[in-house]
Structures are given as C-alpha cells and as structure tokens.
Nanobody, 121 residues
Framework: QVQLVESGGGLVQPGGSLRLSCAASGTIFSIYAVGWYRQVSENQRELVAAISSGGNTNYADSVKGRFTISRDNAKNTVSLQMNSLKPEDTAVYYC???????????????WGQGTQVTVSS
C-alpha cells in the first residue's frame, strides 16, 4: 500500500557530501516516524538516522555531527544530508516508515528499493 522511493546516491570522494531523499506515496508521511538504514551485512540493516512525526531526531554514533535527517511534510519527503563522508559509509541506504501496524525497522513494514552510496578515492 505504501511505496517509498529513495534517490540521491552516487560515487563521492572521502570528505564529500550527498543528499538522499525518500519520497512516499499511499500515506500521509508527516504523521509517522521515518528512518534511514544502511545494509551492513546480507541479513542486517543498521539504523543511521530517524525522525519522529514531531521532529525529534536520533542518530547512530558513527554519523553524529556529519549527517542530518529532516522532513518536508508539504512535499511528503524525508531527506538525509550526509557530509564529511568516509569510506566506511559505503552501503546501500534504505528508507523505512512506521505504519499503524508495524514499527520502525520491521521487516514486515514499508521499505524502499535502496540507493547506493559509494565513498572512495
């Protein structure tokens, strides 16, 4: 029912910046928490940043001070501004939205197709 589409990934050098965007359809994005995750292994996704409906944010320790999550309710989007990128940030990044039935990060919830971020010199 809910479809999420990530965009904005690409290849950048260490120290560079990227801005990822997650666009939602089929739901009113503004009333649900949204998170950005990255694939750290074949069967694990790591929470990078999350934002609540009220605008409260949470970040992984590894990205604090470098990444910023924000939302534009009028456009039904959530963005992740990534600065001072490191090779360790290389991953496929996914957007996930909380639903009335499933909490944030649930495998049964809504996930996008992912966008590749590669940080390399």
């Amino acid at each position: 029912q809910v479809q999420l589409v990530e965009s904005g990934g690409g290849l950048v050098q260490p120290g560079g910046s990227l801005r990822l965007s997650c666009a939602a359809s089929g739901t009113i994005f503004s009333i649900y928490a949204v998170g950005w995750y990255r694939q750290v292994s074949e069967n694990q996704r790591e929470l990078v940043a999350a934002i609540s409906s009220g605008g409260n944010t949470n970040y992984a320790d590894s990205v604090k001070g470098r990444f910023t999550i924000s939302r534009d309710n009028a456009k039904n989007t959530v963005s992740l501004q990534m600065n001072s990128l490191k090779p360790e940030d290389t991953a496929v990044y996914y957007c996930n939205a909380e639903t009335p039935e499933y909490g944030l990060g649930s495998a049964r919830g809504s996930w996008g197709q992912g966008t590749q971020v590669t940080v390399s010199s």
